[in-house]
T-cell receptor, first 118, second 111 residues
Framework: KAGVTQTPRYLIKTRGQQVTLSCSPISGHRSVSWYQQTPGQGLQFLFEYFSETQRNKGNFPGRFSGRQFSNSRSEMNVSTLELGDSALYLC?????????????????FGSGTRLTVV | GNSVTQMEGPVTLSEEAFLTINCTYTATGYPSLFWYVQYPGEGLQLLLKATKADDKGSNKGFEATYRKETTSFHLEKGSVQVSDSAVYFCALITLFQKLVFGTGTRLLVSP
C-alpha cells in the first residue's frame, strides 16, 4: 500500500513569502503530525491533527498553521517566511484506534519537503 | 517534561563489528519507545518499537529492550553492514501523542 506522500519534495521561497506543504497519509490513517528538522534544533513537533481537529501543538509561532481535510489529507502553511524556517518538514501518519491505542503503532513518515528560504 | 538523550556521534565502525547506541529517557507516565532510522535524503523509517517494560523490539538484526529501572532503550546489532550507515533516532511517545526525539546518532560503517 502507498506510504505517506509529501509534496512538493523541494521548495525555494523568498523571505516574506508564504508556503503551503501537503501531506497525504496512508489510507485508513486518521492521525497526521508535522515535524520540523534542522541541523541546529533537530526534530521538533509542530502539530497533530485527528479527524480534522488539531489535538496537539508544539512551541512554534503563529506563522505556522495547519489543517486536515475530511479525507485525512493535511496541509501546513508558513506565512511571512524567515531564513530560519529553512528546514526539512516531515509529515507522519498513524492508525488511531482509540485513547491510548495510538502509542502501540508508531508513526510512518513521509520523505519530507525540503524548504529553503533565501 | 519528556525528553530523550542519545549518545553523541558519529559512531564509526568496521563492517561486522558490534553496535551499541545508547538512549535514555525521561517521561511522565508509561511511554512507548521507538528507534527510527534516516538514510541520506530521506524521511524517517520506523526500525523497531517497544510499548511496555521488558519488551524487546527487533527488526533487521537490530534489537532494543525497554528497561524501566534504568529508563533506557539502547539499540544493538551484532554485526553491522555498510548499508546500515545512517542516522538513528531514539524517540518516545506518551498518551499526549507527540513523538519526542533524541538528537540522533550518525553511524558510519566502513568496509
Amino acid at each position: 500500500k502507498a506510504g505517506v506522500t509529501q509534496t512538493p519534495r523541494y521548495l525555494i521561497k523568498t523571505r516574506g513569502q508564504q508556503v503551503t506543504l501537503s501531506c497525504s497519509p496512508i489510507s485508513g490513517h486518521r492521525s497526521v503530525s508535522w515535524y520540523q528538522q534542522t541541523p541546529g534544533q533537530g526534530l521538533q513537533f509542530l502539530f497533530e491533527y485527528f479527524s480534522e481537529t488539531q489535538r496537539n501543538k508544539g512551541n512554534f509561532p503563529g506563522r505556522f498553521s495547519g489543517r486536515q481535510f475530511s479525507n485525512s489529507r493535511s496541509e501546513m502553511n508558513v506565512s511571512t517566511l524567515e531564513l530560519g524556517d529553512s528546514a526539512l518538514y516531515l509529515c507522519a501518519s498513524s492508525l488511531y484506534m482509540g485513547q491510548g491505542a495510538l502509542v502501540n503503532y508508531g508513526y510512518t513518515f513521509g520523505s519530507g519537503t525540503r524548504l529553503t528560504v533565501v | 517534561g519528556n525528553s530523550v538523550t542519545q549518545m553523541e556521534g558519529p559512531v564509526t565502525l568496521s563492517e561486522e563489528a558490534f553496535l551499541t547506541i545508547n538512549c535514555t529517557y525521561t517521561a511522565t507516565g508509561y511511554p512507548s519507545l521507538f528507534w527510527y532510522v534516516q538514510y541520506p535524503g530521506e524521511g524517517l523509517q520506523l526500525l523497531l518499537k517497544a510499548t511496555k517494560a521488558d519488551d524487546k523490539g527487533s527488526n533487521k538484526g537490530f534489537e532494543a529492550t525497554y528497561r524501566k529501572e534504568t529508563t533506557s532503550f539502547h539499540l544493538e546489532k551484532g554485526s553491522v553492514q555498510v548499508s546500515d550507515s545512517a542516522v538513528y533516532f531514539c524517540a518516545l511517545i506518551t498518551l499526549f501523542q507527540k513523538l519526542v526525539f533524541g538528537t540522533g546518532t550518525r553511524l558510519l560503517v566502513s568496509p
